[in-house]
């Protein structure tokens, strides 16, 4: 009887063309579709084919995390031949490489208050984004082992203040912990708490990966009274971020804000975060940095890989330059402009293995930011329901109930483990390919396998460019026309 009555339903009521013809049996289809996420993790992907993380990476997160062991037997389970895979040349003359390479000072020439930050930290990730026992978790790991946790742009939250980490603060385009009622800036709610102690740097959010040009998107369904109270934003409403600033216009007007929060924050490092698009539009920056004699304290590169929640299919597949092509150009442009000393670059966008940092060092790094692989320490499973509530780990959710399920004391040791566990891999990768300091590396030290069953260096497959190239006149073929279009005016 009851199979009768959805027989019935689903012929004469139902929207489904699936369930019109074949009622009752179609409710199937759905049932496993529903769970055909969980199907293709556990029963179809092989151990590398896992998108955005394959099994071998994630379970050596899960392995440092958790302090066991993370060798592995009978070989790579890579095929090291196909197009693409990348490698370092070892030596047979390994080094020792002293601690002090493990970090590094954040803070230019113009900043009063420099940071010795570590050369791997937390990305952003906000309070709103993420559970309140996962911002703790992280912060708390980020207190234990001496790093930083960058806020997201969701604002600097009781969360990310209760357990003593090391905070840079991320100014996004909603202002949210800085922010009037209309949605401005506002300076005086800045410098309170940009003088906080445990606020060591300031950076503005002009684009990320996931989304450039789209501005952050939290959904309705995570906009409690606390995100809104926090936020300054109403309750249980998408809270979408403008695609631009409101602060300043242009370059220039980017570098006198930078100078703006660098002197309301008492003198702390000051930059800003994008995702390259344009190359004229960064060019453009960087004329604006010679116009006005202000230089950021350092860059944050968002790779196009990079991306922990809620964006737009399309913009997530198809806008934004990946993160080893983008940092190959903006060391470059930095080179060419002869700056490159006073910045720092940071990246972000898959960064989780020791091997991940040489290889972003190499191409013009100084610093790595990791978001999913510390998502992964403190219990993520790699669900891709981060948009939903719904994260079954309550590490992506507002959901107080599956929050719960986030251990603070047990998950920040597992943070703290696996950032230590990097950091020494780091290391000990750099004096196995025979060098002493992270300045020593260099693209050429970088191997990838080509189409033609060769290998070329980065060196080989990208311009160099020389210190002061672009000031000079000798500027490269591939980036005159772009330098020749930038203007330090607008973007």
Same mark, same amino acid.
């Given at each position: 009887m009851p199979y009768s009555v959805i027989g019935l339903y689903d012929v004469l009521t139902t929207k489904h063309n699936v369930l019109n013809n074949y009622p009752v049996l179609g409710h199937f289809r759905y049932m496993l579709e529903f769970v055909s996420p969980e199907i293709r993790q556990y029963f179809v992907e092989t151990n590398e084919s896992g998108?955005?993380?394959?099994? &071998?990476?994630?379970? $050596?997160?899960?392995?440092?995390?958790?302090?066991?062991?993370?060798?592995?037997?009978?070989?790579?389970?890579?095929? &090291?031949?196909?197009?693409?895979?990348? /490698?370092?040349?070892?030596? !047979?003359? *390994?080094?020792?490489?002293?601690?002090?390479?493990?970090?590094? !000072? !954040?803070? @230019? *020439?113009?900043?009063?208050? *420099?940071?010795? +930050?570590?050369? $791997?930290?937390?990305?952003?990730?906000?309070? @709103?984004? $993420?559970? =309140?026992? #996962? &911002? /703790?978790? $992280?912060?708390?790991?980020?207190?234990?082992?001496?790093f930083a946790h960058n806020t997201g742009e969701g604002g600097l939250s009781p969360h990310h203040l209760a357990e003593g980490g090391d905070i840079i603060w991320?100014?996004?385009?909603?202002?949210?912990?800085? /922010?009037? #009622?209309?949605? @401005?800036?506002?300076?005086?709610?800045?410098?309170?708490? +940009?003088?906080?102690?445990?606020?060591? =740097?300031?950076?503005?959010? !002009?684009?990320?990966?996931?989304?450039?040009?789209?501005?952050?998107?939290? *959904?309705?369904?995570k906009v409690d009274e606390e995100i809104a109270q926090i936020r300054g934003v109403p309750v249980h409403q998408d809270v979408i971020s403008p695609p631009v600033h409101s602060a300043f216009e242009g370059p220039t007007g980017l570098m006198h804000f930078v100078q703006h929060l660098r002197e309301m924050s008492g003198g702390k490092p000051v930059g800003f975060k994008l995702c390259i698009g344009r190359p004229s539009e960064f060019m453009a920056i960087c004329k604006a940095m010679l116009a006005t004699g202000i230089v950021p304290d350092f860059i944050t590169i968002d790779g196009a890989e990079g991306g922990t929640g809620a964006a737009p299919v399309e913009f997530t597949n198809r806008l934004g330059m990946p993160l080893n092509e983008a940092l190959i150009f903006v060391n470059n442009c930095l080179r060419g402009v002869g700056l490159r000393d006073q910045i720092r670059i940071i990246c972000s966008g898959k960064v989780a293995t020791g091997y991940d940092m040489i290889e972003k060092f190499a191409l013009g790094a100084d610093m790595c930011n990791s978001a999913r692989a510390m998502m992964f320490a403190i219990g993520c499973i790699q669900a891709l329901h981060c948009n939903t509530n719904r994260c079954p780990s309550g590490v992506a959710t507002q959901d107080p109930i599956r929050g719960r399920a986030v251990n603070v004391p047990q998950k920040r040791k597992r943070v703290q483990r696996y950032h230590d566990a990097t950091v020494e891999s780091f290391v000990e990768i750099l004096g196995a390919m025979g060098k002493e300091t992270t300045a020593e590396l260099h693209p050429s030290d970088i191997r990838r396998r080509t189409a033609d069953e060769r290998e070329n260096s980065y060196a080989d497959q990208y311009t160099l460019v020389d210190s002061g190239a672009f000031l000079s006149g000798s500027i490269p073929d591939e980036y005159a026309a772009d330098w020749e279009q930038a203007t330090s005016e607008h973007f």
């Open positions: 998108r955005p993380f394959n099994r &071998i990476i994630r379970g $050596l997160v899960y392995a440092r995390a958790k302090g066991q062991v993370d060798t592995q037997a009978f070989g790579t389970q890579y095929d &090291i031949l196909t197009v693409g895979y990348h /490698r370092a040349n070892h030596s !047979l003359a *390994p080094k020792h490489v002293d601690e002090s390479e493990k970090r590094v !000072l !954040l803070g @230019g *020439p113009q900043c009063s208050q *420099p940071y010795n +930050a570590s050369r $791997l930290n937390v990305s952003a990730m906000s309070f @709103g984004a $993420l559970s =309140a026992n #996962a &911002i /703790r978790a $992280l912060n708390g790991g980020a207190k234990d082992g001496g991320q100014i996004g385009t909603g202002y949210f912990g800085c /922010r009037t #009622a209309d949605g @401005g800036f506002d300076k005086d709610k800045f410098a309170e708490k +940009a003088g906080t102690e445990v606020v060591k =740097a300031i950076e503005i959010k !002009l684009s990320q990966g996931a989304k450039p040009s789209h501005g952050g998107v939290l *959904p309705a369904a």
